[in-house]
């Protein structure tokens, strides 16, 4: 019986490390995310002192 219960622990220690690596894997995709959209919001500013159009 105490194969089983010392196999049990491994797994139960191996499915948290596979779900933090999965975690942090999510975590640094969604920031990499964030920083791309810099330049379309960029691009719909206004820049100081531009003039405007006459539509």
Known sequence: M???IEGVDVIQKL?????AGLGAW???????????DNRA????????GAESRAE
Do not use: Q
């Not at 919001?41 to 100081?48: G, M, Y």
């Open 2 to 4: 105490d194969f089983f």
């Open 15 to 19: 499915i948290i490390l596979v779900g």
């Open 26 to 36: 999510g975590i640094i995709n969604l920031m990499e995310g964030y920083g791309n």
């Open 41 to 48: 919001t960029r691009s719909r500013l206004k820049r100081p």
